[in-house]
């Protein structure tokens, strides 16, 4: 099992800047595989950004890229998301995942899951 505990999130003014974190504990964290999704009032949950296992692959959605950085720190078992120049359509619950095996842009593909940090961009 893996536990995950996104925080970070908050208020902010458009233009503005957070960065999210992602402490996981129970499994080894370094092998696995980890991403961001992201979920607004009345939408289905999207893909926001994955990373592979030794952080040397990333992937984005093509509405952050450029403008959101995904990381992590494997000796402090923690993901991060660097998010820049944010816009009000950011306004979302983030969710950190991990699975096992490759990296996916899926939801469905990843069994754990951290319980939301709320971003709130205004205008």
């Known amino acids: 099992q893996v536990q995950l505990v996104e925080s970070g999130g908050g208020l902010v003014q458009a233009g503005g800047s957070l960065r999210l974190s992602c402490a996981a504990s129970?499994?080894?964290?370094?092998?696995?595989?980890m991403g961001w999704f992201r979920q607004a009032p009345g939408k289905e949950r999207e893909f926001v950004a994955t990373i592979s296992w030794s952080g040397g692959s990333t992937d984005y959605a093509d509405s952050v890229k450029g403008r959101f950085t995904i990381s992590r720190d494997n000796t402090k078992n923690t993901m991060y998301l660097q998010m820049n120049s944010l816009k009000p359509e950011d306004t979302a619950v983030y969710y950190c995942?991990?699975?096992?095996?490759?990296?996916?842009?899926?939801?469905?593909?990843?069994?754990?899951w951290g319980q939301g940090t709320r971003v709130t961009v205004s205008s």
């Open positions: 129970g499994r080894t964290f370094s092998s696995l595989p």
């Open positions: 995942a991990a699975r096992m095996g490759l990296v996916s842009f899926f939801s469905n593909d990843y069994p754990f």
